[in-house]
Protein backbone atom coordinates (compact mmCIF):
# COMPACT_ATOMS: atom_id res chain seq x y z
CA UNK A 1 0.00 0.00 0.00
CA UNK A 2 3.26 2.36 0.82
CA UNK A 3 4.46 2.04 -2.68
CA UNK A 4 1.33 2.32 -4.38
CA UNK A 5 1.13 5.40 -2.26
CA UNK A 6 5.00 6.84 -3.52
CA UNK A 7 4.59 6.06 -6.64
CA UNK A 8 0.96 7.73 -7.15
CA UNK A 9 3.34 10.89 -5.84
CA UNK A 10 5.64 10.27 -8.47
CA UNK A 11 2.86 10.19 -11.06
CA UNK A 12 1.98 13.52 -9.61
CA UNK A 13 4.64 15.23 -9.59
CA UNK A 14 5.96 13.90 -13.27
CA UNK A 15 2.70 15.65 -14.52
CA UNK A 16 3.62 18.75 -13.29
CA UNK A 17 7.16 18.27 -14.36
CA UNK A 18 6.39 17.59 -17.65
CA UNK A 19 3.75 20.41 -17.97
CA UNK A 20 3.02 20.82 -21.95
CA UNK A 21 4.75 24.21 -22.19
CA UNK A 22 8.02 23.57 -20.91
CA UNK A 23 7.80 20.14 -22.19
CA UNK A 24 7.56 21.69 -25.69
CA UNK A 25 10.26 24.04 -25.45
CA UNK A 26 12.46 21.85 -23.81
CA UNK A 27 12.62 19.47 -27.24
CA UNK A 28 12.65 22.47 -28.89
CA UNK A 29 16.10 23.51 -27.14
CA UNK A 30 17.39 19.99 -27.35
CA UNK A 31 16.54 19.97 -31.17
CA UNK A 32 18.21 23.04 -31.42
CA UNK A 33 21.33 21.65 -30.00
CA UNK A 34 21.51 18.15 -31.88
CA UNK A 35 21.19 20.29 -34.93
CA UNK A 36 24.26 22.82 -34.23
CA UNK A 37 26.35 19.35 -33.37
CA UNK A 38 28.57 18.91 -36.27
CA UNK A 39 27.23 16.23 -38.32
CA UNK A 40 29.82 15.52 -41.33
CA UNK A 41 33.55 17.01 -42.07
CA UNK A 42 33.78 18.63 -45.86
CA UNK A 43 37.32 17.75 -48.11
CA UNK A 44 38.73 21.09 -46.49
CA UNK A 45 38.92 19.25 -43.19
CA UNK A 46 36.44 22.06 -42.14
CA UNK A 47 33.35 20.91 -39.70
CA UNK A 48 29.68 21.05 -40.76
CA UNK A 49 26.81 20.88 -38.37
CA UNK A 50 23.91 18.45 -39.15
CA UNK A 51 21.71 21.94 -39.82
CA UNK A 52 24.16 22.37 -42.44
CA UNK A 53 24.37 19.50 -43.96
CA UNK A 54 20.79 18.97 -43.96
CA UNK A 55 20.71 22.46 -45.87
CA UNK A 56 23.04 21.35 -48.54
CA UNK A 57 21.75 17.99 -49.15
CA UNK A 58 20.22 18.83 -52.49
CA UNK A 59 23.32 19.68 -53.60
CA UNK A 60 25.32 16.55 -52.31
CA UNK A 61 25.74 13.19 -53.32
CA UNK A 62 24.76 11.76 -49.98
CA UNK A 63 24.62 7.75 -51.17
CA UNK A 64 28.43 8.08 -52.03
CA UNK A 65 29.18 8.71 -48.55
CA UNK A 66 27.76 6.76 -45.57
CA UNK A 67 28.67 9.37 -42.77
CA UNK A 68 25.32 11.35 -44.94
CA UNK A 69 23.79 8.12 -43.87
CA UNK A 70 20.31 9.25 -41.18
CA UNK A 71 21.69 6.56 -38.56
CA UNK A 72 25.10 8.35 -38.31
CA UNK A 73 23.42 11.85 -38.25
CA UNK A 74 21.08 10.97 -35.94
CA UNK A 75 24.02 10.19 -33.46
CA UNK A 76 26.35 12.89 -34.25
CA UNK A 77 23.56 14.89 -32.78
CA UNK A 78 25.03 13.78 -29.15
CA UNK A 79 27.75 16.01 -29.75
CA UNK A 80 30.43 17.42 -26.71
CA UNK A 81 28.30 20.98 -26.83
CA UNK A 82 25.15 19.17 -26.73
CA UNK A 83 25.85 17.17 -23.55
CA UNK A 84 27.34 19.96 -22.38
CA UNK A 85 24.06 21.73 -22.28
CA UNK A 86 21.43 18.45 -22.16
CA UNK A 87 21.34 18.03 -18.44
CA UNK A 88 19.94 21.35 -17.79
CA UNK A 89 17.22 21.94 -20.14
CA UNK A 90 16.41 18.26 -20.22
CA UNK A 91 15.18 18.86 -16.46
CA UNK A 92 13.56 22.43 -17.24
CA UNK A 93 10.72 21.26 -15.47
CA UNK A 94 11.42 20.12 -12.92
CA UNK A 95 14.14 23.08 -12.10
CA UNK A 96 11.73 25.50 -12.69
CA UNK A 97 8.67 23.41 -10.57
CA UNK A 98 10.61 23.10 -7.74
CA UNK A 99 12.53 26.28 -7.19
CA UNK A 100 9.08 27.11 -7.53
CA UNK A 101 7.65 25.54 -4.80
CA UNK A 102 10.62 26.60 -2.55
CA UNK A 103 10.04 30.23 -3.15
CA UNK A 104 6.22 30.20 -2.60
CA UNK A 105 6.25 27.66 0.54
CA UNK A 106 4.01 25.06 -1.59
CA UNK A 107 6.80 22.33 -0.60
CA UNK A 108 5.69 22.47 2.98
CA UNK A 109 2.46 21.52 2.06
CA UNK A 110 3.53 19.24 0.09
CA UNK A 111 5.19 17.46 3.00
CA UNK A 112 2.66 17.71 5.13
CA UNK A 113 0.20 15.60 2.99
CA UNK A 114 3.23 13.00 2.24
CA UNK A 115 6.02 11.27 4.88
CA UNK A 116 9.45 11.65 4.10
CA UNK A 117 10.32 8.29 1.93
CA UNK A 118 7.39 9.17 0.01
CA UNK A 119 8.24 13.14 -0.86
CA UNK A 120 11.92 11.25 -1.31
CA UNK A 121 10.34 9.08 -4.09
CA UNK A 122 8.29 11.02 -5.68
CA UNK A 123 10.64 14.53 -5.89
CA UNK A 124 13.85 12.11 -7.25
CA UNK A 125 12.10 9.47 -9.63
CA UNK A 126 9.95 12.36 -11.54
CA UNK A 127 12.78 14.08 -11.92
CA UNK A 128 15.14 11.30 -13.32
CA UNK A 129 11.38 10.30 -15.65
CA UNK A 130 10.73 13.87 -16.97
CA UNK A 131 14.53 14.01 -17.90
CA UNK A 132 14.72 10.98 -19.62
CA UNK A 133 11.34 11.54 -21.09
CA UNK A 134 12.28 14.41 -22.64
CA UNK A 135 15.20 13.77 -24.09
CA UNK A 136 14.12 10.60 -25.73
CA UNK A 137 11.64 12.43 -27.06
CA UNK A 138 13.56 15.11 -28.38
CA UNK A 139 16.16 12.48 -29.63
CA UNK A 140 13.53 10.43 -31.23
CA UNK A 141 12.04 13.68 -33.24
CA UNK A 142 15.41 14.87 -34.15
CA UNK A 143 16.00 11.00 -35.72
CA UNK A 144 12.42 11.31 -36.94
CA UNK A 145 13.33 14.79 -39.20
CA UNK A 146 16.69 13.02 -40.27
CA UNK A 147 15.04 10.09 -41.70
CA UNK A 148 13.10 11.81 -44.57
CA UNK A 149 16.10 13.59 -45.47
CA UNK A 150 19.19 11.37 -45.00
CA UNK A 151 19.54 8.13 -47.16
CA UNK A 152 18.33 4.81 -45.35
CA UNK A 153 21.06 1.48 -44.73
CA UNK A 154 18.83 -0.05 -47.47
CA UNK A 155 19.69 3.13 -50.17
CA UNK A 156 23.04 2.27 -50.21
CA UNK A 157 24.96 -0.10 -53.08
CA UNK A 158 26.18 -3.45 -52.03
CA UNK A 159 29.88 -2.01 -51.62
CA UNK A 160 28.65 -0.47 -48.66
CA UNK A 161 26.78 -3.59 -47.08
CA UNK A 162 29.67 -4.74 -45.13
CA UNK A 163 30.25 -1.47 -43.47
CA UNK A 164 26.47 -0.99 -42.74
CA UNK A 165 26.55 -4.78 -40.97
CA UNK A 166 29.83 -3.90 -39.26
CA UNK A 167 28.33 -0.63 -38.03
CA UNK A 168 24.48 -1.49 -37.37
CA UNK A 169 23.70 -5.03 -37.40
CA UNK A 170 21.58 -7.18 -39.07
CA UNK A 171 18.86 -5.48 -37.96
CA UNK A 172 19.08 -1.66 -37.99
CA UNK A 173 15.12 -1.56 -36.18
CA UNK A 174 17.15 -3.64 -33.49
CA UNK A 175 19.54 -1.09 -33.32
CA UNK A 176 17.30 1.95 -33.19
CA UNK A 177 15.54 0.55 -30.32
CA UNK A 178 18.46 -0.45 -28.49
CA UNK A 179 20.11 3.21 -28.95
CA UNK A 180 16.83 4.35 -27.83
CA UNK A 181 16.90 2.68 -24.51
CA UNK A 182 20.84 3.93 -23.96
CA UNK A 183 18.93 7.47 -24.62
CA UNK A 184 16.95 6.98 -22.05
CA UNK A 185 19.01 6.19 -19.46
CA UNK A 186 21.53 8.72 -19.88
CA UNK A 187 18.69 11.19 -19.32
CA UNK A 188 18.39 9.83 -16.00
CA UNK A 189 22.08 9.61 -15.09
CA UNK A 190 21.99 13.45 -16.53
CA UNK A 191 19.47 14.12 -14.25
CA UNK A 192 21.18 13.06 -10.62
CA UNK A 193 23.23 16.69 -10.49
CA UNK A 194 19.90 18.93 -11.16
CA UNK A 195 18.05 16.75 -8.75
CA UNK A 196 20.42 17.08 -5.67
CA UNK A 197 21.21 20.71 -6.31
CA UNK A 198 17.30 21.07 -6.27
CA UNK A 199 17.35 19.49 -3.22
CA UNK A 200 19.22 22.85 -1.40
CA UNK A 201 19.06 25.55 -3.75
CA UNK A 202 16.46 28.06 -4.75
CA UNK A 203 17.78 30.24 -7.03
CA UNK A 204 16.93 29.43 -10.47
CA UNK A 205 19.77 30.97 -11.73
CA UNK A 206 22.38 29.01 -9.77
CA UNK A 207 20.09 26.09 -11.00
CA UNK A 208 20.85 26.43 -14.51
CA UNK A 209 24.26 27.35 -14.45
CA UNK A 210 26.11 25.20 -12.11
CA UNK A 211 24.81 21.89 -13.97
CA UNK A 212 26.37 23.54 -16.48
CA UNK A 213 30.20 23.86 -14.69
CA UNK A 214 29.40 20.48 -13.23
CA UNK A 215 28.87 19.01 -16.61
CA UNK A 216 32.26 20.77 -18.06
CA UNK A 217 34.41 19.46 -15.11
CA UNK A 218 33.16 16.07 -15.29
CA UNK A 219 33.71 16.35 -19.27
CA UNK A 220 37.15 17.53 -18.52
CA UNK A 221 38.09 14.95 -15.69
CA UNK A 222 36.86 11.85 -18.23
CA UNK A 223 39.21 13.60 -21.24
CA UNK A 224 42.39 13.43 -18.20
CA UNK A 225 41.57 10.11 -17.59
CA UNK A 226 41.34 8.87 -20.94
CA UNK A 227 45.45 9.05 -20.61
CA UNK A 228 46.40 8.33 -17.48
CA UNK A 229 48.45 4.88 -17.51
CA UNK A 230 45.73 3.29 -15.31
CA UNK A 231 43.10 4.27 -18.42
CA UNK A 232 44.89 3.55 -21.27
CA UNK A 233 45.56 -0.04 -19.41
CA UNK A 234 41.32 -0.41 -18.60
CA UNK A 235 40.07 1.34 -21.21
CA UNK A 236 36.31 -0.25 -20.78
CA UNK A 237 36.73 1.02 -16.84
CA UNK A 238 36.81 4.67 -18.04
CA UNK A 239 33.86 4.06 -20.96
CA UNK A 240 31.70 2.89 -18.28
CA UNK A 241 32.37 6.23 -15.95
CA UNK A 242 31.63 8.12 -19.44
CA UNK A 243 27.80 9.58 -18.88
CA UNK A 244 27.94 9.84 -22.72
CA UNK A 245 28.88 6.21 -23.72
CA UNK A 246 25.18 5.72 -22.11
CA UNK A 247 23.47 5.43 -25.51
CA UNK A 248 25.59 2.81 -26.49
CA UNK A 249 25.20 0.46 -23.30
CA UNK A 250 22.90 -2.04 -25.39
CA UNK A 251 25.26 -2.14 -28.41
CA UNK A 252 28.26 -3.31 -26.09
CA UNK A 253 29.30 -6.60 -25.28
CA UNK A 254 30.34 -5.01 -21.72
CA UNK A 255 27.19 -3.49 -19.95
CA UNK A 256 27.01 -4.54 -16.48
CA UNK A 257 30.02 -2.14 -15.05
CA UNK A 258 27.80 0.91 -16.33
CA UNK A 259 25.04 -0.57 -15.28
CA UNK A 260 25.99 -0.60 -11.79
CA UNK A 261 27.53 1.90 -11.93
CA UNK A 262 24.57 4.03 -13.18
CA UNK A 263 22.09 2.07 -10.40
CA UNK A 264 24.47 2.96 -7.97
CA UNK A 265 24.74 6.62 -8.65
CA UNK A 266 20.76 6.75 -8.62
CA UNK A 267 21.23 5.10 -4.84
CA UNK A 268 23.40 7.85 -4.30
CA UNK A 269 20.96 10.59 -5.04
CA UNK A 270 18.87 8.85 -3.57
CA UNK A 271 19.90 9.21 -0.06
CA UNK A 272 21.96 12.79 -0.83
CA UNK A 273 18.41 14.26 -1.73
CA UNK A 274 16.61 12.55 1.70
CA UNK A 275 19.45 13.68 3.66
CA UNK A 276 19.61 17.32 2.14
CA UNK A 277 15.54 18.04 2.58
CA UNK A 278 15.13 17.36 6.03
CA UNK A 279 18.81 17.98 7.56
CA UNK A 280 16.83 20.74 9.65
CA UNK A 281 15.24 19.29 13.19
CA UNK A 282 12.97 22.48 12.86
CA UNK A 283 11.32 21.11 9.12
CA UNK A 284 8.09 20.65 8.69
CA UNK A 285 8.09 16.19 9.26
Not at 14 to 35: D, H, M, Q, T, W
Not at 162 to 189: C, H, P, Q, R, S
Not at 222 to 249: F, K
Request: glycine share 8%; aromatic share 14%.
Amino acid sequence: MKSKCHFKGAFFELRKCLYFPFFVLSVAGLNILFFMSEGAKGADGKGYSVWRVLTLSSHLSLTERIDYGWLHMWEAGLGPWTLLAAPVIAAAGYIYTNSEEKRNRAEVFIKMRRNRISFTVSKVVSGMLSSAITLTAAYLLFGGILFFFFPKPSDYGESFAEVIKLMYGDDTVVYVLKKTAGVFLMGVGMAIVPIVLCAFIDDRYLLVSLPLLAAYLYERIMQRLYYTPAGMEHPETVEALNIENLPYLFLRQQKWLSLLLLAGSVLICFISYHLIRFRRKDEVL
